[in-house]
């Protein structure tokens, strides 16, 4: 009887032990849930789509609506890295096509004619005057959208017309001179596609499926040592014009 009641005792902790066994083991991610989700906010889901679409390397159009008619861009990542952003009147107040080429050794702006003149060391730093701005969104704005430390704020937007994906409303937050990206609406596909933006240059929206990418982007002249051509937005069709 002495011996009986110990291990009645050590009997009866073992049981309660196995059922507190049946109790489900807490699981640390669970509490990690809620900060996790409010995270994935629209600045996150904004930076996961850039982020994938600056791997991304494609050949496509884009419908340009700018202050004239509208015009198709051609856009080319090359599989290399560099770039080239094909703008019908995208020089001398729309009367001159222009091309944007991003290479290591710099940014080109080439005309028909002209050449190619070398503008800036890269697509961040072309002169203001010799800038057409349609090249950003494809270039140095992708890493500003995708730096979760850029002085931005960002918010979802509703599509723009014949836009898929998903799109954002984007406003820097801090006054500088030279701020990362113009304010504006930034749309991308799940898988990363640009699909479309809307800023102070105008509309562009993408006008099919991508095409392959080439191994790189080929100058559209030769490097010349002339002076580039000046930028500006191209002048609204005329009555007369229009019903040409």
């Known amino acids: 009887m002495k011996t009986a009641y110990p291990v009645a005792l050590v009997t009866a902790a073992l049981g309660l032990a196995a ?16 900060a996790a989700a409010a995270a994935v906010g629209p600045r996150g889901d904004l930076a996961r789509r850039v982020a994938t679409a600056k791997d991304r390397r494609f050949t496509a ?6 202050a004239g008619s509208q015009r ?9 890295g560099t770039w080239r952003v094909d703008i019908p009147g995208g020089a001398q107040n729309g009367r001159t096509a222009v091309s944007m080429v991003g290479r290591a050794e710099g940014v080109y702006q080439c005309s028909a004619g002209g050449g190619c003149v070398r503008v800036a060391r890269a697509a961040g730093t072309v002169p203001a005057s010799v800038d057409p701005k349609v090249h950003h969104p494809f270039t140095d704005w992708a890493a500003a959208l995708a730096d979760p430390n850029a002085a931005l704020s960002v918010a979802t937007a ?57 191994p790189t982007a080929d100058l559209a002249g030769p490097v010349s040592n002339g002076a580039p051509l000046n930028t500006s937005a191209p002048p609204a069709p005329t009555a007369s014009s229009s019903r040409r």
């Open 61 to 66: 159009a884009y419908s340009w609506t700018g």
């Open 158 to 214: 509703p599509l723009l017309p014949n836009v898929s994906g998903a799109c954002f409303s984007v406003e820097p937050t801090t006054v500088s001179i030279a701020p990362p990206i113009e304010p504006g609406i930034f749309c991308y596909g799940d898988d990363g596609m640009p699909t479309g933006f809307k800023t102070k240059f105008g509309t562009l929206t993408l006008a099919g499926a991508p095409g392959p990418a080439p």
């Open 19 to 34: 059922c507190g066994s049946d109790a489900p083991t807490p699981d640390p991610s669970a509490s990690q849930a809620p």
């Open 72 to 80: 198709t861009v051609t856009v080319t990542l090359a599989a290399d």
